[in-house]
T-cell receptor
Framework: GAVVSQHPSRVICKSGTSVKIECRSL??????MFWYRQFPKQSLMLMAT?????????EQGVEKDKFLINHASLTLSTLTVTSAHPEDSSFYIC?????????????FGPGTRLTVT | QKEVEQDPGPLSVPEGAIVSLNCTYS??????FMWYRQYSRKGPELLMY????GNKEDGRFTAQVDKSSKYISLFIRDSQPSDSATYLC?????????????FGTGTQLKVEL
């Protein structure tokens, strides 16, 4: 199998605070992890690509100082939403690509629903 | 024009029907094609992936790719209420394009009893 977990599954925070979301590959090593956000009834929007041991690559329009990504090990990446605002409320999903495998599929976590009040 | 176009639906079919879900794309560099299923408020689950033109079958699911027409399909046979979900196509360039996936908007499917 290829299981990816996320923690927390839901979080409510006050405007101006920071929130950290963890993404873990449980039964495989992932050199690359991806962070997406998804608005209701819309597709996934890639925010950034995170490679283990190096700086994340952010998509155009995504503020790197607001969405801090750390990929400290082959099984863990974190996304920190700093100084959160209500417009940051969304469904955040991570995915992981297996290291060294012959194929290129990404395995997704269950998502984290962030609500900023 | 979006790189990947997918009808958002919703698509409603009776139980047991054959479902056809489709995506078209404009970038001929795409070489790797995937279908994901996403239940409400959950992360996407990989259903199938394929590199080449032609058909690939897995149980009740068949993925079809026509690179000359830039068109991919997912067929679901004997559809069940548990198949009700949003289906997302995704594709990527294998060399020189990084490892970024480009998704369609997803088609919402409802299989009714």
């Amino acid at each position: 199998g290829a299981v990816v977990s996320q923690h927390p599954s839901r979080v409510i925070c006050k405007s101006g605070t920071s929130v950290k979301i963890e993404c873990r590959s449980l039964d495989f090593q992932a050199t690359t992890m991806f962070w997406y956000r998804q608005f209701p009834k819309q597709s996934l929007m890639l925010m950034a690509t995170s490679n283990e041991g190096s700086k994340a690559t952010y998509e155009q329009g995504v503020e790197k100082d607001k969405f801090l990504i750390n990929h400290a090990s082959l099984t863990l990446s974190t996304l920190t939403v700093t100084s959160a605002h209500p417009e940051d409320s969304s469904f955040y999903i991570c995915s992981a690509e297996k290291a060294g495998g012959p194929s290129y599929e990404q395995y997704f976590g269950p998502g984290t629903r962030l609500t900023v009040t | 024009q979006k790189e990947v176009e997918q009808d958002p639906g919703p698509l409603s079919v009776p139980e047991g029907a054959i479902v056809s879900l489709n995506c078209t794309y404009s970038n001929s560099a795409f070489q790797y094609f995937m279908w994901y299923r996403q239940y409400s408020r959950k992360g996407p689950e990989l259903l199938m992936y394929t590199y080449s033109s032609g058909n690939k079958e897995d149980g009740r699911f068949t993925a079809q790719v026509d690179k000359s027409s830039k068109y991919i399909s997912l067929f679901i046979r004997d559809s069940q209420p548990s198949d009700s979900a949003t289906y997302l196509c995704a594709m990527r360039i294998l060399t020189g394009g990084g490892n970024k996936l480009t998704f369609g908007t997803g088609t919402q499917l409802k299989v009714e009893l």
